[in-house]
């Protein structure tokens, strides 16, 4: 029985011992169609803000210019899954992307990444011709009513993930041309069009990305070499361990935790450590260019995604709820799994932990592990899972704050914590953990950040603005209050290529976040909500991030 | 930033070159509540299949009707329905997990389908759980508990193994054992 008849079976298992059975969701479906033709032009949501949950506010601008976070800790990219990324520079007009629920507009001159799905279509939206530079594949130029659909997509291997290696396009409406290399083709209203690499280069992303495949080749070869000296060395007796200090390195856990030990074994520590090592300073690279206001470089993006696709390589083990946080950055962040990782990553850069340092890594990983057992263990039902996020995330930072106390200097540069500090993304603190949560909306005035918290609230939490004015007007009063409170720290000024990347200081994120848990508090016990309401807001984990525009 | 739209291209020009089930103008015999009561129980079950848990696939079945209600399709067969339904169910799936992060449980959902229409998707699994209810019947009191215990309590395995005063290597093997005959059982009935 393999894994997918066994999923079967025992989902079929717990519907008849244990009742879980499909619900009938027609009623409430009548009711979500009825209620979304009556806020029509009655609700002005919240740009990108998602159209069903408020659980969802953090994904809500994953399709646009913020892809680019994902780069840095996600698991679409490199972790096998079936969805690539896209990446493209809108070289000369504009066009908009229709995806499931989301259509997002993409403009010149930026680079934007997507990760396209069977269906989307792409309407060209302006009066000249638009034209796109697909990475690693071509130019396709669409005329001014030019409309595609996509239809198939190859992937290609990309390091240990995948990239979409060609794009089958049904031209619906105008006309459309594709160029790599010397070839061109032309495609008009109901014609296929394939776009893929031909021979020859297109500019040098393929260059790049050839290069780095190359070097990716090499780099494992190496390694691999390198394993089996070690464990030759190790196999010839006592000899080979008088040189095992100057024999390659073979590293494998330092610290294990309670059931861990398994699912630690079962990850590459070499190749996460050294992929470490070489992403950091390369994820300062491309943040102090986002930061002086530069557009990403994509080679470098794609060298950072190759790398992270290293580390995220233990994926699999992690999400079998081995190793426990909210979310999969809350698990890579896990004081057990974070402290192998900063031990494997100071021994590929050959500034490996002492035994004094070693033992106090093992006392302050044991101690936060523990502490983060008691704290999972002590929630009750109403504890709002914002809080718990707060707190999952503040134990994180004073783990790693203990933890790099204990290096020198130079080890401490290695993890990207020079003298003056982290960058604007530390791999090494809860960071990667608010990440996901993040959702920044540009507001000008308090005002501006009650209004759009409101709208997306009454959107998110399904209130019925025919029937439930009396808590409507609760809400908005407590909202408005509350937005009138908020400490001017709340109101971030971040520049725009960081905010799109979601790179927010971290203090800033969790006093946003836990600013925001006061929210919640006073909505929970000041406005009559249904049971389901209650759950919604229970449940979200959203961090509203307002970036201010205003003076 | 992204806008919630439902902006159609074209829509009285649908794609020429689309497959067998495409994207169409809302036609006559398009009804919802017809297509919810024949498909909403396979489609909650798929999503479960993927790896929902029971809210996210009661969130996401609703937004696959949703979103075929914006988008209607032609009505063709029973088959090419279910399929069209699972394959905007598994995009939406797709796009939860994406935005939160996850790994799908199974990477190449291609694959996981074709096991889905093999195994479960006869009259959404109808009689794939008529055979399993006849081969449950012909178990042992011994492994019918341990399976009650597991699936109907829901507990872990280490809390099972104390129930039955067992170690948790003998829970975990006398599980395998049963479902690995649980699934032979019900090849069998469903061939014959």
């Known amino acids: 029985m393999n894994e997918k008849e066994e999923r079967i079976l025992d989902l079929s298992l717990e519907e008849e011992l244990g009742g879980a059975q499909p619900p009938d969701l027609s009623d409430r479906i009548r009711w979500q169609l009825a209620q979304n033709s009556h806020r029509q032009g009655q609700i002005e949501l919240l740009q990108g803000a998602p159209r069903q949950s408020l659980a969802a506010w953090a994904g809500a601008i994953l399709g646009a210019a913020a892809a680019l976070a994902l780069i840095f800790f996600t698991v679409n990219f490199g972790a096998g899954e079936a969805q690539p990324a896209l990446s493209f520079t809108v070289t000369k007009g504009s066009l908009r992307w229709h995806s499931v629920e989301t259509s997002n507009e993409f403009i010149r001159p930026n680079t934007y990444t997507v990760f396209p799905l069977l269906g989307d279509r792409i309407e060209a939206r302006s009066e000249e011709p638009t034209v796109l530079k697909l990475a690693s594949l071509g130019t396709l130029e669409m005329s001014s009513d030019c409309a595609l659909e996509i239809e198939e997509m190859k992937f290609s291997e990309f390091g240990k993930g995948f990239v979409v290696g060609a794009i089958v396009v049904a031209v619906a409406a105008g006309s459309a041309q594709f160029l790599s290399g010397d070839y061109t083709v032309q495609a008009e209203d109901g014609d296929r069009l394939t776009l893929e690499q031909k021979d020859g280069p297109v500019g040098g992303d393929a260059v790049g990305i050839a290069g780095l495949q190359a070097e990716n080749a090499e780099l494992r070869a190496e390694n691999q070499r390198l394993i089996e000296t070690s464990a030759r060395q190790r196999a010839e007796g006592p000899q080979a361990e008088v040189v095992e200090s100057d024999a390659p390195l073979e590293v494998g856990v330092a610290i294990t935790y309670a059931d861990f030990s398994e699912t630690l074994e079962g990850m590459d520590w070499a190749l996460m450590g050294s992929a470490a090592k070489d992403m950091i300073p390369k994820l300062q690279e491309l943040m102090k260019a986002l930061e002086e206001g530069g557009d990403p470089p994509i080679g470098l993006a794609g060298e950072i995604q190759q790398l992270n696709g290293q580390i995220l390589q233990s994926l699999g083990q992690i999400q079998d709820g081995q190793i426990p946080g909210t979310g999969i950055n809350g698990s890579f962040t896990h004081p057990v799994f974070a402290a192998n990782l900063m031990n494997a990553t100071l021994e590929a850069a050959g500034m490996s932990l002492d035994e004094a340092q070693m033992r106090t890594l093992q006392d302050i990983t044991g101690r936060f592990a523990g502490e983060d057992d008691s704290r999972r263990g002590s929630y009750g039902d109403d504890v709002l899972a914002l809080q718990e996020l707060v707190e999952e995330i503040g134990l994180r930072n004073r783990f790693f704050e203990q933890a790099k106390a204990n290096l020198t200097p130079e080890q401490l540069a290695v993890l990207g914590n020079g003298p003056d500090g982290p ?100 909505i929970m016990s000041q406005v009559d909500l249904s049971p389901d309401q209650r759950k919604m807001l229970l449940k979200n984990r959203g961090v509203f991030i307002p970036l201010y525009s205003g003076k | 930033m992204a806008h919630e739209t439902d902006k159609r291209l074209n829509p009285s020009k649908p794609s020429r070159a689309s497959g067998a089930v495409h994207l169409a103008q809302k036609t006559p015999e398009f009804d919802l509540l017809a297509l919810l009561r024949e498909h909403q129980a396979e489609i909650w079950r798929y999503l479960r299949y993927l790896g929902c848990d029971p809210a996210a696939a009661d969130e996401l079945t609703q937004d696959t009707f949703l979103s075929v209600h914006a988008r209607p399709f032609e009505l063709r067969s029973p088959g090419m329905t279910r399929s069209y339904l699972r394959k905007v169910a598994r995009n939406l799936f797709l796009k939860q997990r994406r935005q939160a992060l996850q790994r799908p449980r199974f990477v190449d959902l291609d694959e996981a389908d074709l096991c889905w229409e093999q195994t479960a998707a006869d009259r959404a699994g109808d009689e794939h759980r008529e055979a399993l209810r006849k081969c449950m019947a012909e178990l042992g009191d011994r492994p019918r508990e341990a399976l009650q215990l597991a699936f109907g309590e829901g507990l872990s395995r280490r809390e099972v193994a104390k129930r039955l005063n067992m170690r948790d290597q003998g829970v975990k093997t006398l599980l395998r054992r049963v479902k690995d005959r649980l699934k032979e059982c019900i090849d069998r009935r469903l061939r014959s």
């Open chain 1, 423 to 522: 960058g604007p993304i530390d791999l090494f603190s809860g960071d990667p953990a608010w990440q996901q949560w993040t959702k920044p909306v540009k507001v000008n005035s308090r005002s501006d950040l009650a209004s759009k918290l409101t709208a997306n609230m009454l959107a998110g939490m399904r209130f019925d603005v025919s029937t439930d004015s009396a808590q409507i007007n609760k809400l908005t009063e407590v909202i408005n209050n509350w937005a009138k409170s908020a400490p001017d720290s709340y109101l971030m000024k971040t520049p725009g290529a960081l905010a799109n990347a979601k790179a927010f200081p971290s203090a800033n994120v969790s006093a946003a976040a836990q600013y925001q848990t006061q929210l919640f508090a006073s």
